[in-house]
């Protein structure tokens, strides 16, 4: 570690975010290692640190022969000014060495927001920003993550995007990366090879035509890059790789606990839920390997709380028989076992028994809209009466704390929409207060929670356009108008962010000068509230000649060249187009295990659609 750093963390706010060395941390000795990934994180330490993704990935990259994996986060400004008045670049956790000695240096992108920190970190390390700029075949730029899925707003950073699942792609490329090396390839010479790798998608190689309305005209495949780049997935999850230990962190962090994945996908097909069509087809864990995954974790890390991960974890179709597998040991052990994702309709008073046996907490459930009419236009599939026997379920178990979260700007809505979001919230009160075994004098807390629809691409509503800001905002106050009692606690994300967040969403190349303009004025941390500016961002619009209403609020022909087009996630555009006119009809389509909606996953051949089929 460089002697400066130690002076500067007893100036910053928790040095524990860039120290290194805490336990489960990996460190090998650089004689004996032939490729260097650092593995960045957009964000700072606490939010990083507590990405799944991220604690598999780094493991299974460290169990390759000659291959070190080294953390990066985001340093805070406080860090991040000590850095730069001192000439200290940005470095990796286990060693300390400049993130600029790394050969390839990969980005997850989990929020649009995040892209200015890329480049952030890019310049903190002294890697020029560009790809065409980076000559060598070392810092090779690379990134994956669900954003990936419309990696365009990126393609002048970024020199290889990784589409889908990452514990068999990453390794691929990380051994032609090696193969490359010890040739002294060129830089063009690996990327042409590394295009044939399936789920390896290199913006270089692809030119991109707009024509005169400012539409994409074409986008053209060179030097025999494939016409579509199709996403990597893991079709048996027992055999997917799972780490036996995390990282565990000197601070506290937002999900300081062991995760345990027990499923990916969605059976539900909600029509803004973009990880829920990314996923696709779901692929289940069996109980028997969920349980040792997750006594080895407690083991090796010592935490006594287990989150069981999942897009709906309540959908798991093994999920009492796994409950009751973990309750064999974790009683005993004062182990809590959380499910963060639970659905309206399927949550029952066995269930509750035993997710309450050991430690008891809040329950988060997404209703996402007021009325039955547009829970039905976004096939959310959830009653009023449901959402309803499950409030007043939990209440007669013990809990008197429920937290419900909404969308605002979602298409068709009305502001009679919005209004129903309080009177939904109201009624969940009087379940409550309706329960005749509640204790006297014990209160209910209701918080509604609601985020502004952002279109994304690879959902049905990619064509929607977002409400303008100032929609929102007026949707938001008459939200908070409509509560009237104080056991409800009702708050909303920033419209502006969210603008930005739908911009970037259903970008296009356009927006690579864009960005690095907003880089030059200051954007960073765009995510925080503190330090997001609108001001800026339109600042770097203006002086690009870009106009980012004509991606967040212009709704889109049917017919259009989409930019994320020649990416292929399995679901396809019929598909999406058919659900979004069904959506105009605020008809329902049923979910994966009651009928087979041919979305088009049934090519990766697993899963449960194609089971069902």
């Not at 959506?583 to 194609?610: D, L, M, W």
Request: proline letters at 5%; a negative charge.
């Amino acid at each position: 570690m460089n002697p400066q750093l130690e002076k500067i963390w007893m100036k910053v706010q928790k040095p524990g975010r860039y120290t290194g060395g805490e336990l489960n941390s990996v460190v090998k000795d650089k004689s004996g290692v032939d490729v260097r990934f650092a593995f960045c994180f957009p964000d700072i330490y606490e939010v990083g640190m507590s990405h799944l993704g991220m604690k598999i990935l780094y493991s299974l990259l460290n169990k390759m022969e000659g291959v070190w994996c080294e953390r990066v986060f985001a340093p805070w400004t406080d860090m991040e000014a000590m850095m730069r008045e001192a000439g200290i670049p940005l470095y990796g956790l286990e060693s300390g060495d400049p993130v600029s000695d790394f050969d390839i240096i990969g980005f997850t992108l989990q929020y649009e927001l995040s892209y200015s920190n890329v480049l952030n970190m890019l310049e903190l390390s002294g890697i020029p920003l560009l790809a065409r700029d980076r000559r060598g075949l070392s810092q090779l730029v690379v990134a994956g993550g669900p954003c990936a899925c419309n990696p365009e707003p990126l393609a002048d950073f970024v020199d290889i995007f990784f589409i889908g699942e990452g514990e068999e792609v990453d390794c691929e490329l990380v051994e032609l990366y090696r193969r490359h090396k010890s040739r002294n390839s060129s830089k063009e010479e690996f990327l042409r090879e590394a295009a044939q790798i399936p789920g390896v998608y290199v913006p270089s190689l692809y030119q991109v035509e707009y024509g005169e309305d400012g539409l994409i005209s074409g986008v053209h495949p060179l030097e025999g890059a494939p016409a579509k780049v199709t996403k990597r997935l893991m079709l048996d999850m027992d055999r997917s790789y799972f780490p036996e230990s995390f990282v565990v962190p000197y601070i506290e962090i937002v999900h300081n606990r062991a995760v345990a994945e027990v499923f990916r996908g969605c059976i539900r097909g909600c029509r803004f839920c973009q990880a829920g069509f990314l996923y696709r087809p779901v692929r289940e864990k069996s109980p028997q390997v969920v349980d040792r995954q997750c006594r080895a974790l407690c083991e090796s890390t010592g935490y006594d709380e287990i989150s069981l991960s999942s897009l709906s974890t309540s959908d798991y179709s093994q999920l009492n028989p796994l409950l009751d597998q973990l309750l064999t040991w974790t009683k005993e052990e004062k182990t809590g076992v959380s499910l963060p994702s639970l659905r309206v309709d399927n949550f029952s008073t066995e269930l509750m028994d035993k997710i309450s046996s050991v430690r008891r907490s809040g329950l988060t459930f997404a209703p996402e809209a007021g009325t039955q009419r547009l829970r039905d236009v976004i096939n959310k599939n959830v009653t009023e009466e449901e959402l309803l026997k499950t409030a007043a379920t939990a209440f007669a178990g013990g809990w008197n704390s429920i937290k419900l979260y909404f969308m605002i700007g979602l298409p068709t809505e009305t502001m009679e929409d919005v209004a129903g979001i309080a009177q939904l919230g109201q009624k969940v009160v009087d379940a409550f207060y309706a329960n005749p075994g509640r204790k006297k004098g014990k209160g209910v807390s209701v918080t509604l929670s609601a985020s502004a629809f952002v279109p994304k691409a690879f959902t049905p509503f990619q064509w929607e356009p977002q409400d303008s800001i100032e929609m929102l905002r007026a949707k938001q106050k008459h939200l908070v108008a409509s509560v009237t009692t104080k056991k409800i606690d009702c708050n909303y994300h920033d419209a502006d962010t969210s603008f930005m967040e739908a911009v970037f969403a259903r970008g296009d190349r356009r927006l690579g000068p864009v960005l690095l303009k907003a880089h030059q004025l200051g954007c960073k941390f765009d995510g925080w509230n503190d330090y997001f500016s609108l001001k800026r961002w339109l600042a770097a619009f203006d002086a690009c000649g870009v106009s980012p209403e004509f991606y967040a609020n212009r709704r889109r022909d049917f017919g259009e060249i989409l930019p994320w087009d020649h990416i292929d996630y399995g679901v396809t555009k019929d598909f999406f187009r058919q659900e979004c006119q069904r959506a105009y009809q605020a008809a329902v389509t049923p979910n994966c295990r009651e009928k087979c909606s041919a979305c088009g996953a049934a090519c990766f051949h697993g899963g449960i659609c194609y089971e069902n089929r």
